[in-house]
Nanobody, 123 residues
Framework: QVQLVESGGGLVQAGGSLRLSCAASGRTFSTYAMGWFRQAPGKEREFVAAINWSGDSTYYADSVKGRFTISRDNLKNTVYLQMNSLKPEDTAVYYC????????????????WGQGTQVTVSS
């Protein structure tokens, strides 16, 4: 069982930056691939970014490529999402996810989810 707690959301102007964090419980964090998804009002949840267990492989949605960076610190049991050049269309609840098996290069299929953190980008 993995419990995930996101933080770092908030209100930011277009063009600004935010860094989301996701703290995971348990001593097996380093064995899990991690991801970020988001859900805007009235829309389905969509993939944002993923990172493998060691942190040397990442994958991004086309909509955020070049603006967002996913990273992890296995000593701190934490995964991050650095979001730069934010746009109003990035407004959503952002969810952290975890799964054991992930080979990279594709949208992950998470086993565990966090409760989400709201990101609002004003124009």
């Amino acid at each position: 069982q993995v419990q995930l707690v996101e933080s770092g959301g908030g209100l930011v102007q277009a063009g600004g930056s935010l860094r989301l964090s996701c703290a995971a419980s348990g001593r097996t964090f380093s064995t899990y691939a991690m991801g970020w998804f988001r859900q805007a009002p009235g829309k389905e949840r969509e993939f944002v970014a993923a990172i493998n267990w060691s942190g040397d492989s990442t994958y991004y949605a086309d909509s955020v490529k070049g603006r967002f960076t996913i990273s992890r610190d296995n000593l701190k049991n934490t995964v991050y999402l650095q979001m730069n050049s934010l746009k109003p269309e990035d407004t959503a609840v952002y969810y952290c996810s975890a799964q054991r098996t992930y080979y990279g290069g594709a949208v992950p299929k998470p086993t565990y989810w966090g409760q989400g953190t709201q990101v609002t980008v004003s124009s």
